[in-house]
């Protein structure tokens, strides 16, 4: 459900605007996304995990301010990560 180092360092060196870039939008979409899949997975396995779902309603909430703010900003940049992630068909 976490992500290690190497997985963060591989979805920032994927999404990453320039160089030091750590923290924009679109890498924070892109590991809110990852750990959304894992969390899922996990919910899958094990229905009764409540408060695992309610972290997952939280990630997803959190995903979808990120996204709007990126729509809102920039509608090129928006539509890049929805793409590369395959979010919303």
Request: proline share 0%.
């Amino acid at each position: 459900m976490t992500l290690n180092t190497q997985e963060k360092q591989k979805l920032i060196n994927t999404h990453q605007n320039h160089g030091t870039d750590t923290g924009s939008a679109e890498v924070q979409v892109a590991m809110l996304s990852e750990r959304i899949s894992k969390l899922s997975n996990h919910l899958q396995k094990n229905i009764h995990d409540f408060s695992s779902r309610q972290g997952l309603l939280k990630m997803i909430g959190q995903r979808k301010r990120l996204l709007n703010y990126l729509r809102d900003k920039s509608n090129k940049r928006y539509t890049d990560i929805i793409t590369k992630l395959k979010l919303r068909g």
